[in-house]
């Protein structure tokens, strides 16, 4: 069975703090993982990794893959209070053209 | 912002009546989605479809259909809605290209079954 796993559910952190979240999958087939962002309303996306070790880096986000081993992680630096969300991981399979999503981690940035 | 309208984007109905859900898309891409999402559960695939009148089940089609009888237009069908039904469904669509082709997503239609 295809699936995504987040850690943590839930993470309550300071502004100015760094932050790490977590996305491992066992997907067959697998195209490449795929990082969003939800703030109460449609997900947007943040990143589209394909390759292991190369990381792709937007502003204080960051992500990088690792195949190998099946995980991803999305570092967030300096934290805001902007970036309360729930981020989500998904795993785009070549069957199909499906993609598997990760019931998410729900960020916290207390000012 | 990916082209994409959700419609309605809210309702409330009562148990056994009908719904019909409507995706419509701007961008000409291959793939559309219809995806719940549930506390606890993340974002869920119902149905895709992978061209017109093409289209496939995902892990939670039971009580639910689609039809895609032209590019633009994806629609998601409560024959007989239920309680369990009552969620935020959202549209998605994917031009399929293998390194890029990510999924960008409609801005949800909720749905209340009383």
């Known amino acids: 069975e295809d699936k995504v796993v987040q850690s943590p559910l839930s993470l309550v952190v300071h502004e100015g703090d760094t932050v790490t979240l977590n996305c491992s999958y066992e997907?067959?087939?697998?195209?490449?993982l795929l990082w969003y962002k939800q703030e109460k309303k449609a997900p947007t996306f943040l990143f589209m990794l394909?390759?292991?070790?190369i990381e792709k880096k937007s502003g204080r986000l960051s992500s990088i893959l690792d195949k190998k081993e099946l995980f991803s992680i999305l570092n967030i630096t300096a934290t805001q209070t902007g970036d309360s969300a729930v981020y989500l991981c998904?795993?785009?399979?070549?069957?199909?053209?499906?993609?598997?999503f990760g019931t998410g981690t729900s960020l916290t940035v207390i000012p | 912002d990916a082209g994409i309208t959700q419609s309605p984007r809210h309702k409330v109905t009562e148990t056994g009546t009908p719904v019909t859900l409507r995706c419509h898309q701007t961008?000409?891409?291959?793939?559309m989605y219809w995806y719940r999402q549930d506390p606890g559960h993340g974002l869920r695939l119902i149905h895709y479809?992978?061209?017109?009148?093409?289209?496939d089940k995902g892990e939670v089609s039971d009580g639910y259909s689609v039809s895609r009888s032209k590019t633009e237009d994806f629609l998601l069908t409560l024959e007989s809605a239920t309680s369990s039904q009552t969620s935020v469904y959202f549209c998605?669509?994917?031009?399929?290209?293998?390194?890029?082709?990510?999924?960008?997503f409609g801005e949800g239609s909720r749905l209340t079954v009383l």
């Open positions: 998605a669509i994917s031009s399929g290209t293998p390194n890029t082709g990510e999924l960008f």
């Open positions: 997907v067959t087939n697998f195209r490449s």
């Open positions: 394909t390759s292991s070790g």
């Open positions: 998904a795993v785009k399979s070549n069957t199909g053209n499906q993609f598997y």
């Open positions: 961008e000409n891409h291959r793939y």
């Open positions: 479809s992978y061209g017109v009148k093409d289209t």
